[in-house]
């Protein structure tokens, strides 16, 4: 790797991150372990209070993943078999793969070319009498224009789930997002802007009822030891990760700073060559990827690779074009800006350890590569 003095570079340096808070989430874990409580404890109870103060939701539930925050979020609302729920095609399987499992169906629509996220002009289209929801994402960070979307939703009697599994902390019209629709779904995935040391998720709401039904459902359906009042399901988040959570929790906000000095650094050096990312002058962005589009996007991410420059495809395949979903007769050319995005997107290591050396170099390689296979 001439030039290069870096052993490599990954999408997200989990390592460093860690050596920057080692000592205070080694003690978080220790009271733990010396407690001996180790599920829906006082730990786990205060993650949710402060969370929920963060994201500006009157409840927070933590439970045990993100897509498991999608999945009981779906069963608060009844929603299931005869019903459709509308989403992207372009995000990660679990949002529609929820929708799906509740037995309900999955209702596409196409992207906006420059953010990524559901375009609110084309939801009306496919309102039918079986619509029970929109399940938004605010996609790598970006938040979704949830003011039209709020609109539409009220006006057809919906309900709103705001995907943010990739988003917490950004921001939307002096909201936070997780806060603007009836539920907000959240996931702690390690590599996630706030990352757990395993798996871990939450979900926020508004509305008393719904919380206390989403509360019994993420354990087995039940308030009181051994009643149930529902069929629920064991999503608890366990107190160890919430230990952990809560020491990340208290760094976030610097980090996601960090993300954004990073973001800016990208985009003035590459957007010359490459499509680069709207980036606003508040928090609507919070940059979990930082993605270009490019022509050369195969050859591109190899070259990197040759270079010790780690580089990732959020999504190579569309959820319509996923055999799974051939059961919704959906066909190429149904969703074309999602389809181009996803044979162009590739996203860049981004993290708040990143040194300028590190995304220099990276920068770099990607300028010697284009400049030279224009």
Do not use: W
């Amino acid at each position: 790797m001439p030039g290069n003095h870096f052993s490599s570079i990954p999408m997200v340096d989990l390592q460093e991150e860690l050596a920057l808070i080692r000592e205070p989430v080694l003690e978080a874990v220790t009271e733990v372990l010396d407690s001996g409580d180790y599920i829906l404890g006082e730990k786990g109870e205060k993650l949710e209070k402060l969370t929920a103060q963060y994201v500006g939701a009157s409840y927070s539930i933590g439970v045990a993943s993100g897509t498991d925050a999608l999945q009981l979020s779906l069963e608060a609302l009844d929603i299931g078999p005869g019903d459709d729920v509308i989403t992207t095609p372009f995000t990660f399987f679990a949002t529609a793969g929820t929708i799906a499992k509740t037995g309900a169906r999955p209702v596409f629509v196409d992207i906006e070319e420059e953010t990524y996220n559901i375009d609110p002009s084309k939801i009306e289209e496919v309102i039918t009498q079986n619509t029970k929801a929109i399940i938004v994402v605010h996609l790598y960070g970006k938040a979704t224009n949830m003011n039209t979307i709020m609109k539409i939703a009220r006006e057809h009697n919906l309900f709103v789930i705001e995907d943010a599994c990739q988003a917490i902390g950004t921001e939307y019209d002096g909201k936070r997002v997780g806060s603007i629709g009836d539920i907000g779904c959240f996931s702690f995935f390690p590599s996630k802007n706030l990352g757990a040391f395993g798996d871990a998720g939450l979900v926020t709401a508004n509305d008393r009822k719904l919380y206390e039904k989403i509360f019994q459902l993420r354990n087995h359906g039940s308030s009181e030891k051994y009643h149930h009042s529902l069929i629920g399901m064991n999503s608890r988040l366990d107190e160890i990760q919430a230990a952990i959570l809560l020491v990340k929790l208290y760094y976030l906000d610097i980090f996601l700073h960090k993300r954004k000095e990073a973001a800016n650094i990208y985009t003035e050096n590459l957007k010359d060559l490459v499509k680069t990312p709207p980036i606003a002058s508040s928090r609507e962005h919070t940059f979990h990827q930082y993605c270009i589009e490019s022509d050369k996007r195969d050859e591109l991410a190899l070259d990197l690779e040759s270079n010790g420059i780690d580089s990732a495809i959020y999504y190579p395949i569309p959820l319509h074009l996923q055999p799974v979903f051939d059961y919704l007769h959906y066909k190429q050319g149904d969703f074309p800006i999602a389809e181009k995005v996803a044979e162009r997107i590739l996203a860049l290591p981004i993290s708040p350890t990143l040194s300028f050396q590190k995304q220099d170099y990276i920068i770099t390689t990607i300028r010697r590569f284009l400049e030279n296979n224009g």
